[in-house]
């Protein structure tokens, strides 16, 4: 099982960045894909981005592909998300999750699935004030 921990949230006003950091323990994180997931209050909890085992291809929401980039190093045990550009409606407090499941063949919808996630961090709170 692997141990996720984010950090790196906090307020920014908008149109401004932040790049959250979720690091990894107990296991091997290269078997692991890797997503980001966010929860406003009131609201589900909703897809942002994914990335392969391997950093190769990657997934975004809609809502902030051009704004948002995610990244890993494996050697690190650490997956990043960049986020530029901020809105008040990216507020919300952002899960880092991994997926023993998906492989590098997997479609692009099933790395949008939290259904495919099988470990979770704490959340970390991004708030973005107009």
């Known amino acids: 099982q692997v141990q996720l921990v984010e950090s790196g949230g906090g307020l920014v006003q908008a149109g401004g960045s932040l790049r959250l950091s979720c690091a990894a323990s107990?296991?091997?994180?290269?078997?692991?894909?890797m997503g980001w997931f966010r929860q406003a209050p009131g609201k589900e909890r909703e897809f942002v981005a994914a990335?392969?085992?391997?950093?190769?291809?990657?997934y975004y929401a809609d809502s902030v592909k051009g704004r948002f980039t995610i990244s890993r190093d494996n050697a690190e045990n650490t997956v990043y998300l960049q986020m530029n550009s901020l809105k008040p409606e990216d507020t919300a407090v952002y899960y880092c999750?991994?997926?023993?499941?998906?492989?590098?063949?997997?479609?692009?919808?099933?790395?949008?699935?939290?259904?495919?996630?099988?470990?979770w961090g704490q959340g970390t709170q991004v708030t973005v004030s107009s």
């Open positions: 990335i392969k085992r391997s950093a190769g291809n990657s």
């Open positions: 107990g296991s091997t994180f290269s078997r692991y894909a």
């Open positions: 999750a991994a997926s023993p499941l998906l492989t590098p063949y997997s479609s692009s919808s099933s790395y949008q699935s939290k259904d495919n996630y099988r470990n």
